[in-house]
DNA sequence: TTTGTTGCAAAACGTTTGCAGCCTC
DNA sequence: GAGGCTGCAAACGTTTTGCAACAAA
C-alpha cells in the first residue's frame, strides 16, 4: 500500500512535469491546490475546495477553477457527476481506478474496489487504445432501500 | 437483437409506469420526449433536444428538463460529463450497459461493447446491492494522438 | 372540479472571461 | 524585463423556480 503522502508528493511531480511540458508556469497558487487535492480522501466540489484552501491562503476561485481544468487535462483528478445537482471531483492518481455504486432511489455512492475487474479491464488495453484509469459506475438499489421497498408492499 | 420500436414502446411504457407509481400525470409531453429520446443513437443536449422537439410541437425547455429528470430517477436515461463544459444524456433501455473510451488527449468518446466483461460486472450483484445498469469508462489515448506523440518526438 | 403540469421569465448556480496588476522565468 | 498568471467582477450557459393559465384525472 503506497503512502498517503508518496501519492501526493508523486502527483505534485506529475504536475510540475506537465507544466514543464506546456511550457506554464510553476505557481505556488497551482502547487498547494494539488497538495490540498492529495490531502483529502473525499469528494470535493470546486467551492468546498476555495472555502478550503482560503482557511489558509488566499487563492481567488477563478484560479481554483483554471487549475482544475488543467488537474482534469493530465488526468491527475476526474469529475464526477453523481446526480444532476452536484459535480464533484476526486483525486486520481496514476494507476488508481474508480468504482461506485449509486442507489438510483436514494442517491448515495458507494466507491469500492476489486482487483479481479481491474485486473479483467486492463486487458483490454490494445494498440488501438492505450487505456490509462478507467471508472465503473454501478447504478442499482441499496440494501436499505430495498427494504423500505419491501416493507411498503406489505 | 431487439428492435428499435420495441425498444421505444418499452421505454414509454416503463415511464407511464413510474408515472402512475408517483401518481403523476401522463401528459403529451411528457411521452413525446421519451418517444423522441428512443428515436434517437447518439447523445444529446437538452438544448438539442429542446429544438429537435420544437421542430414539431412547442414544448418549453423547463418541461424538457423537468421530464429529463424523471427519466434520470427512473433509470431511463444516463447523463455523461466527459469534458468539463458539455453535459450529454443518451438514452439508457433496461439491461443495456455503456462501455466509453475517451481519449485524454483530443477528448474523443467511443462507445463499444463487450458481452465478456457485462458478465463478469453482472456476477458483482448481491444481496447488499442489486445492479440494474452500469457504465465503463475507460480514460486513455487513442491511436491517432499516439501516432502524434511519437512523431513529435522524432 | 381539483390539483398537477405547462410556459414564461426571472433567478440561481457553476464556470469562464476580460482586464489590470503582479510574479515567474 | 517580458509575458504568463492571478484576482476581481462581470458574463455566460445550463438548470431550476415562481406564478398564472391550462389540462388530466
Redesign the interface.
Known sequence: MKNVNEEKSGAVEKFKEFLRQKKMRQTSERVLIVEKIYSMNTFFSAQALHEDINKDIHVSLATIYSTL?LL??C?LI????FN?QN?LYEKFPSGANSYY?I??KCNKV?AFT?KK?KK??DL??S?????????????????KC?EKMAKAKC
Chains 1, 2 share one sequence.
Open positions: 481544468n482534469l487535462e488526468n476526474i469529475r464526477h457527476n444532476s459535480i455504486r442507489c438510483i458507494k476489486d475487474l479483467s479491464i483490454r488495453n494498440t488501438a487504445f492505450s487505456i490509462g484509469n478507467h471508472t465503473l459506475y454501478l447504478y442499482g438499489i441499496c440494501k430495498k
